[in-house]
């Protein structure tokens, strides 16, 4: 029994410190927007730190398997929302007239497909050597295998991806 509540601990704060994390460079970004340089570094400083905190969390919880394991949780994680979550959220974001936040699930939305696509991709080519890269959209987090001309989803140049 001890153990369940321990991991169910590790889990809460987990997600505790990974929503930190984000809000965190958030506050950031609008730190450095405001022209306040040592509040923006800070926030910076205390996002990486709250991420340390979650991946030893996560890593003690016993959440990290095999790179194959974790390719399949992601594709699961990726499906569930692009066919399940994301709709949801698009039916009541419409039904109160929030057309802000009809638009941000409807790009994750479609992002998330596109992730499920390639994790499923990276476990059928698990043991290939050529190095891959891999183009973020920072608009709309859509990921592609090459630079487009501009985002299949959001529609920015091709130009402003970022490689990874």
Request: some cysteine.
């Amino acid at each position: 029994m001890e153990n369940e509540k321990t991991l169910k601990n590790l889990m809460d704060a987990f997600a505790g410190e990974s929503q930190a994390n984000r809000k965190y460079t958030a506050y950031a970004k609008k730190a450095e927007k405001d022209g306040k340089l040592n509040a923006a570094k800070l926030f910076r400083a205390a996002s990486d730190a709250e991420t340390l905190h979650a991946l030893k969390e996560f890593e003690v919880a016993g959440k990290i398997g095999t790179t194959a394991d974790n390719l399949k949780d992601a594709v699961a994680g990726e499906t569930y929302e692009f066919e399940s979550m994301y709709p949801e959220f698009i039916k009541d974001a419409e039904a109160e007239g929030n057309k802000a936040a009809v638009n941000i699930f409807t790009f994750a939305m479609k992002a998330e497909e596109v992730h499920a696509k390639l994790y499923k991709e990276a476990l059928e080519n698990l043991d290939e050597t050529e190095e891959a890269f891999y183009y973020l959209c920072p608009v709309c987090g859509n990921i592609e295998k090459s630079v487009p001309d501009k985002c299949s989803i959001c529609g920015v140049m091709g130009s402003k991806f970022i490689k990874y």
